[in-house]
C-alpha cells in the first residue's frame, strides 16, 4: 500500500526508475529491519517511512556522480500510456519542467516533490524532511524561484 507513493518519491528525487526500484527495495528492507525503531506517538508509520525513503535517496545522490541523470530525465514521470496527439506540446513542457526539477538542490526538489507531487501538507512534508514549517516553506520558496529562473516563460515554448 506504501510502496507505490515510496517508489514516486524515489523516482522523482533521482531521475532513474530502476534506481528507484532498488532504493524502494533499500527502504523496505530498512523497515524490516529497523520497524523496532519506529515511535508510532512520535510520527505516523507512512511519515517514518518517508523520512526513510528520504535518507536513502539522499545517500544514493551523494554516492551519483554529478550530472549523470541528465540522459535519464525523460525517462521520469512518463505516462503508462501515451496521451492522444493533441497533449504532445504539453507533455514537451512537462518533460522540461521535470529536466529543470533535477537540477535543483537535493532538499529543494524534496520539499516540492512531496508537496506539490505527492500532496503532503507542509505540516507532513517538513516532518518527512526533518525540517520546521518555517524551513520547508523557505526550501518551497527558493525552490520556485530556482524554477522560475531556469524556466523563464513556458508560453514561449508553446
Known amino acids: 500500500r506504501h510502496v507505490d507513493r515510496v517508489?514516486?518519491?524515489?523516482?522523482?528525487?533521482?531521475?532513474?526508475?530502476?534506481?528507484a526500484e532498488d532504493l524502494v527495495q533499500d527502504v523496505f528492507l530498512r523497515v524490516w529491519r529497523n520497524g523496532h525503531r519506529w515511535d508510532g506517538e512520535r510520527l505516523p508509520f507512512e511519515a517514518?517511512?518517508?523520512?526513510?525513503?528520504?535518507?536513502?535517496?539522499?545517500?544514493?545522490?551523494?554516492?551519483?556522480?554529478p550530472g549523470s541523470h541528465a540522459a535519464l530525465v525523460d525517462e521520469m514521470f512518463v505516462?503508462?500510456?501515451?496521451?492522444?496527439?493533441?497533449?504532445?506540446?504539453?507533455r514537451g513542457i512537462v518533460r522540461k519542467v521535470q529536466a529543470a526539477l533535477?537540477?535543483?538542490p537535493?532538499?529543494?526538489?524534496?520539499?516540492i516533490v512531496l508537496r506539490y507531487y505527492q500532496g503532503y501538507s507542509n505540516k507532513e512534508a517538513a516532518a518527512i524532511l526533518e525540517v520546521t514549517v518555517?524551513?520547508?516553506?523557505?526550501?518551497?520558496?527558493?525552490?520556485?524561484?530556482?524554477?522560475?529562473?531556469i524556466l523563464g516563460d513556458l508560453e514561449k515554448w508553446q
Open 79 to 90: 505516462d503508462p500510456e501515451p496521451g492522444p496527439h493533441e497533449r504532445a506540446q504539453e
Open 106 to 111: 537535493v532538499s529543494q526538489r524534496s520539499a
Open 134 to 149: 518555517c524551513a520547508l516553506e523557505s526550501l518551497l520558496k527558493r525552490g520556485r524561484a530556482n524554477l522560475q529562473r
Open 48 to 65: 517514518w517511512l518517508m523520512v526513510l525513503a528520504r535518507r536513502i535517496c539522499i545517500d544514493y545522490m551523494r554516492r551519483k556522480k
Open 7 to 19: 517508489y514516486g518519491y524515489c523516482a522523482r528525487v533521482t531521475g532513474n526508475r530502476a534506481d
Open 102 to 104: 533535477m537540477t535543483l
